[in-house]
């Protein structure tokens, strides 16, 4: 069961235009990292999108930006994410607030938690909250905590890492906050080995984070900027990859539907990416597992990674133990999909 699969439709146009690259003299900066982030565009409804070497590289951009031109001076995460995400803040020399709670129905924070600890913090409207969509869904209540983030003055940023293509009441991911930014590695929902791509309505950030990639050299008025640019061959094989979006979400979702239709057979817990108002990418396939029944029987039953399998601060709620993942990716095999249906059968 190779995980890393991509559609032929992808491998058939990178293979058709990687000759264009050569030809064309523009191995770095041309025209298919354009292409990239238009198509990005177009797909979320962005005003600007930037291409990145990786969803690190843009969310470290944006807060720098956001530290040095806006004056936030702070930063928080959520307990349910990645080591990396403490790390952007302290990079950029900016002080850790702590970690909102997650919540073991999506492993995401509540409106609830969010508001109850934003009422905690001292000085608030210099605070950046980093919210990480978990598990390839828009967290279903960000609309709310988008709202509770303005009253406080905080700045909600996106890590959109898991969520390309995912959406809620039509909106994707990285368009509720003020910037969000999507991960193209390899393991990924939407995978073209490495590279991320920032997303924003703000006129002001969109028109710095282009900048900001090539060192602000031909305005020459900013204080910040690095080199985080992909080169265009591997903006070609992300285009080449993004183009067969749908063809990729909907190969999971039949996945994911097979799965959802066992669990609620065999009265199982998961979280849900398909309902009237939610559209996920199934990055994960995460069945709650409180009991930690499932868990206990590593071994009988064909398992991923958990989502995460630490806590960025004290895990109330048990998530780390308290779910599995399920295999769930593009082209893996319906057989595969059967066998670890079966296995789930066979603990009842």
Same mark, same amino acid.
């Given at each position: 069961?190779?995980?890393?699969?991509?559609? $032929?439709?992808?491998?058939?146009?990178?293979?058709?235009?990687?000759?264009?690259?050569?030809?064309?003299?523009?191995?770095?900066?041309?025209?298919?990292?354009? #292409?990239?982030?238009?198509?990005?565009?177009?797909?979320?409804?962005? &005003?600007? &999108?930037?291409?990145?070497?990786?969803? =690190?590289?843009?969310? @470290? #951009?944006?807060?720098?930006?956001?530290?040095?031109?806006? =004056?936030?001076?702070?930063?928080?995460?959520?307990?349910?994410?990645?080591?990396?995400?403490?790390?952007?803040?302290?990079?950029?020399?900016? +002080?850790?607030?702590?970690?909102?709670?997650? %919540?073991?129905?999506?492993?995401?924070?509540?409106? /609830?938690?969010?508001?109850?600890?934003? /009422?905690?913090?001292?000085?608030?409207?210099?605070?950046?909250?980093?919210?990480?969509?978990?598990?390839?869904?828009?967290?279903?209540?960000? $609309?709310?905590?988008?709202?509770?983030? %303005? %009253?406080?003055?905080?700045?909600?940023?996106?890590?959109?890492?898991?969520?390309?293509?995912?959406? !809620?009441?039509?909106?994707?991911?990285?368009?509720?906050?003020?910037?969000?930014?999507?991960?193209?590695?390899?393991?990924?929902?939407?995978? %073209?080995?490495?590279?991320?791509?920032?997303?924003?309505?703000?006129?002001?950030? =969109?028109?710095? !984070?282009?900048?900001?990639?090539?060192?602000?050299?031909?305005?020459?008025?900013?204080?910040?900027? !690095? @080199?985080?640019?992909?080169? $265009?061959?591997?903006?070609?094989?992300?285009?080449?990859?993004?183009?067969?979006?749908?063809?990729?979400?909907?190969?999971?979702?039949?996945?994911?539907?097979?799965?959802?239709?066992?669990?609620?057979?065999?009265?199982?817990?998961?979280?849900?990416?398909?309902?009237?108002?939610? #559209?996920?990418?199934?990055?994960?396939?995460?069945?709650?597992?409180? +009991?930690? $029944?499932?868990? /206990?029987?590593?071994?009988?039953?064909? *398992?991923?990674?958990?989502?995460?399998?630490?806590?960025?601060?004290?895990?109330?709620?048990?998530?780390?133990?308290?779910?599995?993942?399920?295999?769930?990716?593009?082209?893996?095999?319906?057989? #595969?999909?059967? @066998?670890?249906? =079966? *296995?789930?059968?066979?603990?009842?």
């Amino acid at each position: 069961m190779g995980m890393i699969k991509l559609p $032929e439709g992808a491998q058939t146009f990178f293979k058709d235009n990687i000759d264009s690259v050569f030809e064309s003299g523009c191995i770095a900066e041309g025209p298919w990292i354009d #292409a990239l982030e238009q198509e990005v565009r177009s797909i979320v409804g962005s &005003s600007f &999108s930037t291409s990145f070497c990786s969803n =690190g590289a843009g969310l @470290n #951009a944006i807060l720098t930006v956001l530290r040095k031109e806006r =004056g936030f001076t702070k930063y928080i995460i959520q307990a349910n994410t990645m080591y990396g995400m403490k790390l952007l803040g302290d990079n950029v020399g900016m +002080s850790y607030e702590g970690a909102v709670p997650s %919540s073991i129905d999506t492993l995401m924070p509540t409106a /609830s938690q969010v508001d109850v600890f934003l /009422s905690g913090l001292r000085k608030p409207a210099q605070t950046v909250f980093v919210l990480s969509h978990i598990g390839g869904i828009v967290n279903p209540d960000v $609309e709310e905590i988008a709202d509770i983030c %303005s %009253s406080y003055g905080v700045c909600l940023v996106e890590d959109c890492a898991h969520s390309l293509g995912a959406t !809620l009441n039509g909106r994707h991911s990285g368009t509720f906050g003020l910037a969000g930014v999507y991960s193209l590695y390899a393991t990924k929902a939407i995978p %073209s080995g490495e590279g991320g791509i920032s997303v924003t309505n703000d006129d002001d950030l =969109g028109e710095k !984070l282009a900048r900001f990639v090539k060192y602000d050299r031909f305005e020459m008025k900013m204080d910040v900027g !690095l @080199n985080l640019r992909v080169s $265009e061959i591997q903006a070609l094989l992300s285009f080449s990859v993004i183009r067969e979006l749908q063809t990729i979400l909907d190969d999971k979702r039949e996945i994911g539907a097979l799965y959802d239709k066992a669990c609620e057979r065999l009265g199982l817990r998961y979280v849900p990416q398909q309902t009237s108002v939610m #559209a996920g990418n199934y990055y994960k396939y995460i069945l709650l597992d409180t +009991s930690g $029944e499932l868990r /206990s029987k590593w071994g009988c039953i064909d *398992q991923t990674s958990p989502v995460y399998g630490y806590s960025m601060d004290e895990d109330r709620d048990g998530i780390t133990s308290g779910h599995i993942c399920l295999p769930i990716w593009y082209g893996l095999e319906r057989s #595969a999909v059967q @066998n670890v249906i =079966g *296995q789930l059968e066979g603990l009842q």
